[in-house]
């Protein structure tokens, strides 16, 4: 049993290690981008500023213009708030056209694909469905946050090689999308 789920951790101080291990994350991603040849830039939610930059919105907004990779971490800065409402939060705030759920599932089903062999995956569904329908991939305050904002929200296999420019270039089949 994990030291959380055995209640030696409490909810808050994990959610700030779960933030603090994002930076990391953030940090190992801009290394490996930048070794390709792109720009980018790291901004965190929470203040470690001998990492990297700390979340301005207006900075973040620069970088984009001038073409760079913005990575935000450490979620929103707030505990209780998962990195998936995080991303969303930070999708509104840049105007983004769509957010990205890369996860290990190939989108969203109508029943366990694991235990059904029948399942069938769902190329559109609308916000309230999938906050009715609680859908796995993503939490409800995020799906929420994204429906006010009529942002949609494409949920796809992050292991399947190209996945991401198939989303991109819109071929249908190998992701689902909530809107
Ligand atoms: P311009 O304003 O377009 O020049 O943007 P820039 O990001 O290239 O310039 P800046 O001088 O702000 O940053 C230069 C480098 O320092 C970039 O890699 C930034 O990510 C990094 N940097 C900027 N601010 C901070 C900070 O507060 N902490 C850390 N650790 N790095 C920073």
Same mark, same amino acid.
């Given at each position: ?5 055995g209640g030696?951790?409490r909810?808050t101080?994990?959610d ?7 930076v990391?994350?953030a940090v190992?991603?801009q290394?490996a ?5 792109l720009d980018?830039r ?13 979340y301005?919105?207006r900075?973040?907004?620069r970088?984009?213009e001038?073409?760079?990779i913005?990575?935000f971490?450490?979620g929103?800065g707030?505990?209780? *708030?998962?990195? =998936? ?5 930070r999708a509104?705030?840049? /105007?983004a056209d769509?957010? $990205? %759920?890369?996860t290990?599932?190939?989108g969203?089903?109508d029943?366990?694909?694991h ?5 069938q995956?769902i ?9 009715i329908?609680?859908i796995e991939v993503m939490d ?12 949609p929200?494409?949920v796809?296999?992050? *292991?399947?090689k =190209?996945n991401?420019l ?6 249908? /089949?190998v992701?689902?999308? $909530? %809107?």
């Open positions: 049993m994990s030291a959380a789920k030696i951790i909810r101080s994990g700030y290690m779960g933030m603090l291990a994002t990391i994350n190992a991603m290394e981008l930048e070794h390709m040849g980018v790291v901004q965190s939610a929470v203040e470690i500023k001998e990492v990297c930059e700390t301005i919105h900075k973040a907004i970088h984009l001038k073409g760079r913005v990575i971490a450490a929103t707030n505990p209780f *708030f998962t990195t =998936d409402t995080a991303a969303t939060l509104i705030e840049i /105007g769509l957010i $990205v %759920k890369a290990k599932v190939d969203i089903y029943k366990d694909p235990k059904f062999e029948d399942a995956k190329d559109v569904m609308g916000y309230n469905e999938a906050l329908g609680n409800d305050t995020a799906i929420s946050l994204a429906k006010d904002n009529k942002l929200i494409v796809c296999n992050m *292991f399947k =190209d991401l198939h989303v991109i270039k819109d071929q249908q /089949g992701f689902s999308m $909530v %809107k």
